[in-house]
């Protein structure tokens, strides 16, 4: 089912952006208010303990927090939970999705997810229940991500416990040139970076500085290309390094195609 929040977020743009032919249309404040502020149905029968919880201060290195919201079905007729439109993958959530029974109880939890969002929250999460169009409630989560010691999130790239800004570098192969790609050791135990000199060719060398990284340190891997010696140079060499998980150790040195050397 479709979230109720990319709904809103297609109607608003449908409003918003103009068709061929057609006069633009504004959609009113209170409209978009509505949608940043969703309100709950005040004659709901889901009867929640508490609405909002303070998730407190957390690190981004530290693991999801959950936090468990009570309800009642205080109606006549079983409630059932359809939704709890998120929005965000910082938070996840859980529900039983069995009917509730009048009179009876359910739950639904929250967790908040702090790694790569760092920063203060505040966020509101609609809660529908077949009763009817409007939420049924707003849950509401709130608290403080302190940065991580490890800036993880620059590194997009992983090869085992190694992260990497990029997995290839490009060389014009038309002159000698460096090339590094920054690296951190995102593990608990030292790494010892270094590429299989075996299966490089002779016009390419490859060296970590620093060689061992201990957890949380930064490194640079240099990538030199000479040209010399080469005779044909292909469109992608693979540099593999030593130490890493199989199949999860390699880099690219990348070139431009049909480049050729006369032999030294």
């Not at 403080?144 to 570098?169: A, E, I, N």
């Amino acid at each position: 089912m479709l979230g109720r929040a990319v709904s809103f977020f297609v109607v608003m743009l449908v409003g918003i952006l103009p068709l061929r032919g057609q006069t633009m249309r504004i959609i009113p404040r209170e409209v978009l208010d509505s949608l940043a502020n969703p309100r709950a149905d005040a004659c709901s029968p889901m009867q929640f303990e508490q609405t909002r919880m303070d998730m407190g201060t957390l690190s981004e290195d530290d693991a999801p927090v959950s936090g468990v919201f009570r309800w009642k079905n205080t109606g006549g007729q079983p409630l059932r939970v359809l939704e709890a439109a998120t929005g965000c993958s910082c938070i996840s959530a859980e529900f039983d999705r069995s009917p509730v029974p009048a009179g009876g109880t359910g739950s639904v939890t929250l967790t908040w997810h702090p790694k790569g969002h760092p920063g203060p929250f505040l966020r509101k999460i609609p809660v529908y229940c077949d009763s009817g169009g409007a939420p049924a409630a707003v849950l509401e989560l709130t608290g403080k991500v302190t940065p991580s010691v490890r800036p993880v999130h620059d590194y997009p790239f992983s090869l085992g416990h190694l992260l990497l800004k990029r997995t290839q570098v490009s060389m014009t192969g038309k002159e000698r040139c460096i090339e590094s790609i920054e690296v951190m050791n995102g593990g608990e135990s030292p790494l010892q970076i270094e590429a299989d000199e075996r299966l490089l060719p002779p016009f390419i060398s490859v060296e970590c500085r620093p060689q061992i990284l201990q957890p949380g340190d930064k490194a640079d891997i240099e990538v030199r290309f000479d040209p010399a010696g080469a005779a044909l140079l292909p469109e992608r060499v693979p540099v593999l390094l030593k130490g890493l998980p199989a199949g999860r150790n390699k880099i690219y040195v990348v070139f431009e195609k049909d480049i050729r050397y006369e032999t030294q």
